[in-house]
Each structure stands twice: as C-alpha cells, then as structure tokens.
C-alpha cells in the first residue's frame, strides 16, 4: 500500500514537471528550426528532451528506472529554464552604443534595451500627447544618418509646429528586416496605446525577400556572446605591421569589383551585400521589372501589409513607399558600375515595384505615400542629391524632404485617417 502511495507521488510530480517544462522546451525548438542548418544541433537537443518527457510515462513505473527519469528530467527543466531566464536577459540587454564608421557618414547609434532606436518604450502614451509607430527597415532606422536627422526624430520635432499637438514617434526600423520581420514588430507592440501607424515599405528588398529571415534564439545568443567572450580572453599572435589587413568579409573577393571598392566591402566600411546583386539580375533595369511581377506573383507579400493593419484594429494605418535612387537619375550609376551593377541603358530603372505595390492598396483601402514624385521634383527643381552616391540610403537631405512629405500628408484631408481610407499623397 505504502509502495503504491510512493509510486502515485513519483507520477504525479513527474507530470507535473512534464506540464511545467514541456512549454518552454517546445518554444525553444521553435526558434532553432528557423534558424536552418546552424540551429539542427540545438533542434536535436530540444527534440530530445521532449522525447524523454514521453518515455517517462512509460518507465516511471519501473523502480530501477526512476533515478533515470528524474535526473534526466532535471536536465530538461534546467535547459528550458536557461532558454526562459536567458530570453529575459536578452529582452534587457540590447541597450547600448554603436559607432558606425562608413566610408561616406560617421555617426554614433544609441539602442534602447528592446535593440531599437528609440528612448525606452512604455505602453501608456502620455495625456495630450499624438503617438505614432513607425515600422520598417534600414529607411525607417536611419542606417545612414544621426539620431537627429532620423525620420521619427525630425517628425517629432516638425509635426507640432502644423498640427499644435506634442508628438511621439516610436523608431520601430531594423536594419534588414523584411515584411515577416515587420509583422512581427506589429505583433509585439500591439498591445501599445498609438493613435497611428506607419509601415514604411522599401521598393527593392521588401519585394525581393520572400522568406522570414532567422533569428537566433536566447540559447544560441547566448552561446554565441560566450564564445566570443572566450576568445577575446585568448593570447594573440603580435600584429604584424606588413600583413594585409583581415578581410571581415572574405566572399567580397569572389566579385570583379574596383579593387578599392573590395578593401572598403572587406572592412564593412561600404555595404558589402551590394555586392550580392550580381547573383540575383542580370541588370538592374530586369531586376525592378521583375519585382512588380513578383510582388503579383506571391501573395504573402501583401498579405504581410495586411496582417500590420490588422494587428491595430481601429486604428488609422498607412503604408509609406520609399524609391529606389536608381528610379531617381542615371547619375548614381557610374559609381554602382564599380561595384559591378549592371545597367542596360542609360535611364533610371521603372516603376514596376511601385505600380505593382499601390494596386494592391487601393484594391484594400490602404492609405499610402509615394515619395518618389516628390524626390524627382527637388532634384530637377535644386540638383541635389538626395542619396549617397554608394550608400543606398537617404542622406540627411533627403531624410527632411522625405519628413516634410510625410507631415504633410499626415495633416491632408488624403492622409491615414481611418484603417481604411485610401490615399496617394497630400492633397
């Protein structure tokens, strides 16, 4: 009697680790399969703990198997526990200064302690305050200009002087991020208070990824930080003054690019992944015509901007259309021409992303802002560049005009001002 009471307690507490730690061992696995070849292991390893938790039904019963079951489920709770306490470390610890040392700006980045751009978030907005959130990529984040010349940090400043309302500009940009990166930004922040939301939408990339790129999990993170850790505490070979410097970026060297343009790819000083549009069109006036066509072709695109809408019911939602400099002047090319782009003719590419892009809004009723009529204009009206000359980005100049257009539409009777209103521009 005594050895049945003994046996029902063994169950009932190796159920309920089973209940307590199943979760978590599950919602670690989850992360590893997304990060493909380089998160198996770590797959494995979460699959095999969840393995066990099964087995232990059929072996608790069993005396001889018991110190068995309990120690490896010991080992099962720690790892899902170290998966939990390590994503809380890191939801706290991207906080921090970058210095960003390229070869045409130098600036200094400060992230809040989620890994954006911005003062630290809180849910609440302030009374009498207009919020925004303003999501996207590298446009949004400022990849190419100082906090003060970002496009939520002037909108904050030069909004209220149109509408007399102090503003609140949530910088939700990420360098690379695609339209399953904003999704995922939209679904995090959704429980924020915002009287609006911005998606910003990049003609190039957010046509052409059509995949959810990896992430790391808190495991693998936190691998990855203490490898690093180890290595910087290693002894090191003394430098020797006539070696060629390291290449941070060694495939940089497969391409037939201005030997100059290679060192400056190889330091990260320009941005090396231009180099990758080699791979993807023969030229670039095909590469544009054939992102209108993918963007039809592949649903899941638009159906990212929808699921950003949707995650804000009520709430006004806008899409702001960022140009490609290469639909602005032929100029640019001859310096893209050193870093291997290929152009057919000598004319700025078309507009196929963009036609393809507001169709799809207009057919849903999503207010949206074409930036490149605007662009065009000033360049034709002043002759200035609005983008660097190799950087891809917006310069600080075309950041502001970029602001003015946004501020105004804003305040037009053609802005967002409902969920679904539709819009190509201020009035």
């Given at each position: 009697?005594?050895?049945?009471?003994?046996?029902r307690r063994?169950?009932i507490?190796?159920a309920?680790?089973?209940?307590v730690?199943?979760p978590?061992?599950?919602a670690?696995l989850?992360?590893?399969?997304?990060?493909?070849?380089?998160?198996l292991?770590?797959?494995?390893?979460?699959?095999?703990?969840?393995l066990l938790?099964?087995?232990?039904y059929?072996?608790v019963?069993?005396g001889?198997?018991r110190?068995?079951?309990?120690?490896?489920?010991?080992?099962a709770?720690?790892?899902?526990?170290?998966?939990?306490?390590?994503?809380?470390?890191?939801?706290?610890?991207q906080?921090?200064v970058?210095q960003?040392d390229?070869?045409e700006?130098?600036?200094?980045?400060v992230l809040?302690?989620?890994?954006?751009?911005?003062?630290e978030?809180?849910?609440?907005?302030p009374?009498?305050?207009?919020?925004t959130?303003f999501?996207?990529?590298?446009?949004?984040?400022?990849?190419?200009?100082?906090e003060?010349?970002t496009l939520?940090?002037?909108?904050?400043?030069?909004?209220?002087?149109?509408?007399g309302?102090?503003?609140?500009?949530?910088?939700?940009?990420?360098?690379?991020?695609?339209?399953?990166?904003y999704?995922?930004?939209?679904?995090?922040?959704?429980?924020?208070?915002t009287d609006?939301?911005?998606?910003?939408?990049?003609?190039?990339?957010d046509?052409?990824?059509?995949?959810?790129l990896?992430?790391?999990?808190?495991?693998?993170?936190?691998s990855h930080?203490?490898?690093?850790?180890l290595r910087?505490?290693l002894?090191?070979?003394?430098a020797?003054?006539?070696a060629?410097?390291?290449?941070?970026?060694?495939w940089v060297r497969?391409?037939s690019?201005?030997p100059?343009y290679v060192?400056?790819?190889?330091?990260g000083?320009?941005n090396?992944w231009?180099?990758?549009?080699?791979?993807?069109?023969?030229?670039?006036h095909?590469?544009?015509?054939?992102?209108g066509?993918?963007?039809?072709?592949?649903p899941?695109l638009?159906?990212?901007?929808?699921?950003?809408?949707?995650?804000?019911p009520?709430?006004?939602?806008?899409v702001v259309?960022?140009p490609?400099?290469?639909?602005?002047?032929?100029?640019?090319?001859d310096?893209?021409?050193k870093?291997?782009f290929?152009f057919?003719?000598?004319?700025?590419?078309?507009?196929?992303?963009?036609q393809?892009l507001?169709?799809?809004?207009?057919?849903?009723?999503?207010?949206?802002?074409?930036?490149?009529?605007?662009?065009?204009t000033?360049?034709?009206?002043?002759g200035r560049?609005?983008y660097y000359?190799?950087d891809?980005?917006?310069n600080?100049?075309?950041n502001r005009?970029?602001?003015?257009?946004?501020?105004?539409?804003?305040?037009?009777?053609g802005g967002?001002t409902?969920?679904r209103?539709s819009?190509?521009?201020?009035?």
């Amino acid at each position: 009697m005594r050895e049945a009471a003994s046996q029902r307690r063994v169950r009932i507490a190796t159920a309920g680790v089973l209940a307590v730690a199943s979760p978590p061992v599950l919602a670690g696995l989850l992360p590893a399969l997304e990060a493909g070849a380089a998160g198996l292991l770590q797959a494995a390893l979460w699959l095999g703990w969840t393995l066990l938790a099964g087995a232990a039904y059929l072996w608790v019963e069993r005396g001889r198997w018991r110190p068995i079951v309990l120690g490896g489920w010991s080992l099962a709770l720690s790892a899902a526990l170290f998966q939990l306490v390590g994503s809380m470390y890191l939801a706290r610890s991207q906080a921090g200064v970058l210095q960003v040392d390229n070869l045409e700006f130098q600036f200094e980045v400060v992230l809040n302690s989620q890994g954006f751009r911005n003062v630290e978030f809180q849910r609440q907005k302030p009374p009498g305050v207009e919020r925004t959130l303003f999501i996207g990529d590298s446009f949004v984040y400022g990849a190419a200009v100082p906090e003060r010349e970002t496009l939520p940090r002037i909108l904050e400043a030069e909004l209220p002087k149109a509408t007399g309302t102090p503003q609140e500009w949530f910088n939700l940009g990420v360098n690379g991020a695609n339209t399953f990166g904003y999704v995922q930004i939209a679904r995090d922040f959704r429980g924020y208070e915002t009287d609006r939301v911005l998606l910003g939408f990049y003609v190039d990339n957010d046509m052409s990824l059509l995949r959810k790129l990896p992430r790391r999990s808190a495991v693998e993170e936190l691998s990855h930080r203490l490898v690093k850790r180890l290595r910087g505490l290693l002894p090191h070979p003394a430098a020797d003054a006539t070696a060629e410097p390291a290449c941070i970026y060694p495939w940089v060297r497969d391409y037939s690019v201005d030997p100059a343009y290679v060192e400056h790819a190889c330091s990260g000083r320009i941005n090396p992944w231009f180099l990758r549009r080699h791979d993807e069109s023969p030229d670039n006036h095909s590469y544009y015509e054939e992102l209108g066509a993918r963007f039809r072709e592949h649903p899941v695109l638009g159906e990212n901007i929808l699921a950003i809408r949707d995650a804000f019911p009520g709430v006004p939602f806008g899409v702001v259309v960022f140009p490609s400099r290469y639909q602005v002047s032929a100029d640019y090319f001859d310096e893209l021409k050193k870093l291997g782009f290929r152009f057919r003719e000598r004319a700025p590419v078309g507009t196929h992303p963009q036609q393809a892009l507001f169709e799809y809004l207009e057919q849903h009723q999503i207010a949206f802002l074409d930036l490149l009529p605007a662009i065009l204009t000033a360049r034709q009206a002043t002759g200035r560049d609005h983008y660097y000359r190799i950087d891809d980005h917006l310069n600080p100049a075309g950041n502001r005009l970029a602001a003015r257009e946004i501020g105004a539409w804003l305040t037009s009777s053609g802005g967002p001002t409902s969920a679904r209103s539709s819009s190509n521009g201020p009035d």
